[in-house]
């Protein structure tokens, strides 16, 4: 098991909501993941396209894992928090839609940012697309991360 599988079983279990939403993680490295959300009545909307919170957890959830998969080595010892988030809908999403994540900084950079500073915050950008490789939602989410207390 590499320690990007053992991230991913963690935040399964660390993360209910987003489980609990239908989350799929897909895969996670190094300052990068992808998930997956399959569209169903319970993440629909008024307009029967996916809900706007649905498709947030998504992208959430995959920045999440991107910065856990950047900071690999030392995300058990680590606080992070998402401070800010930013999202923009681009298209009605039906169907099963797929969010991939990129840290904005390398995972070696931002682990010697905790090592010198104690702490780092950074951006992840995630991109969510619908089957037919549309975008249909771009998210900003800004992390901050500190060592555990």
Known sequence: ???YDMIKAHLDSAVPFATHVGVDLLKIGDG????????????SNHIKSMHA???FTLGEAASGAAMAG????VILQMRP??????IAFRKVAL??????AQTSRPGAELMQAI???GK?????????RDDAGDTVVEMTVNWHVSAAR
């Open 1 to 3: 098991m590499t320690p």
């Open 32 to 43: 990068t993941a992808s998930a997956a959300l399959d569209q169903r009545n319970e993440v």
């Open 53 to 55: 919170g649905a498709m």
């Open 70 to 73: 950047a900071l690999a080595p």
């Open 81 to 86: 928090v998402a401070a800010t988030a930013a």
């Open 95 to 100: 169907g099963k839609l797929t969010a991939h």
């Open 115 to 117: 090592k010198d500073e």
């Open 120 to 128: 780092v915050a950074f951006d992840v950008a995630v991109d969510i």
